[in-house]
T-cell receptor
Framework: GESVGLHLPTLSVQEGDNSIINCAYS??????FIWYKQESGKGPQFIID?????DKRQGQRVTVLLNKTVKHLSLQIAATQPGDSAVYFC????????????????FGQGTILTVHP | DTEVTQTPKHLVMGMTNKKSLKCEQH?????MYWYKQKAKKPPELMFV???????INESVPSRFSPECPNSSLLNLHLHALQPEDSALYLC????????????????FGQGTRLTVV
């Protein structure tokens, strides 16, 4: 079946370390991937995205890597800070038959990132 | 303005009550969504509106009734809910992305925490 899932449910790191959060997807038709951060009591917040015609994209302190061969996605956070503590979700989005994309996101189960001072 | 505003933030309702959740955005997005999120779970898509028309209903029970009065507003009418419907209800919006277009990420509101008693 179709799924977007995560390898590890929790990740604990020390402040200043780099964090890597992994995600696997199963649908080869997925063409757009997004990482969201969700803090307690808040809605998901967009971090970074990547399309299937790319294998790497960088933002501020974050990098997303996409390996289509093994259907794997990762989020790298450099110099992790206590404020990065949250649940991180990967999500995939597929264009519909008409070629438009309504942002119908399928979320993975989430990874809880805890950053220790 | 990159905000999606949801009201109320918290709602407690009885199983015989009728209530409505409201969502508003002024980003000019023509796609709007309702997601349901249970504790420690990822958001799950309920409905998608595109250009004020319902385009996706993810087999949601009829006790949930969405409405899109105009391009900025999205409502979710609730009637005869069950305790298992207690969850965080998230509204989101996005530009409708056409194939090859970028930046179709969904922006989420803070959610309405619904408790059915």
């Amino acid at each position: 079946g179709e799924s977007v899932g995560l390898h590890l449910p929790t990740l604990s790191v020390q402040e200043g370390d780099n964090s890597i959060i992994n995600c696997a997807y199963s649908n080869s038709a997925s063409d757009y991937f997004i990482w969201y951060k969700q803090e307690s009591g808040k809605g998901p917040q967009f971090i970074i995205d990547i399309r299937s015609n790319m294998d790497k994209r960088q933002g501020q302190r974050v990098t997303v890597l996409l390996n289509k061969t093994v259907k794997h996605l990762s989020l790298q956070i450099a110099a992790t800070q206590p404020g990065d503590s949250a649940v991180y979700f990967c999500a995939d989005q597929r264009s519909n038959a008409g070629g438009t994309s309504y942002g119908k996101l399928t979320f993975g189960q989430g990874t809880i990132l805890t950053v220790h001072p | 303005d990159t905000e999606v505003t949801q009201t109320p933030k918290h709602l407690v309702m009885g199983m015989t009550n009728k209530k409505s959740l409201k969502c508003e955005q002024h980003m000019g997005h023509r796609a709007m969504y309702w997601y349901k999120q249970k504790a420690k779970k990822p958001p799950e898509l309920m409905f998608v509106y595109s250009y004020e028309k319902l385009s996706i209903n993810e087999s949601v029970p009829s006790r949930f009734s969405p409405e899109c009065p105009n391009s900025s507003l999205l409502n979710l009418h609730l009637h005869a809910l069950q305790p298992e419907d207690s969850a965080l209800y998230l509204c989101a919006s996005s530009q409708e992305g056409r194939q090859g277009a970028y930046n179709t990420e969904a922006f989420f509101g803070q959610g309405t925490r619904l408790t059915v008693v």
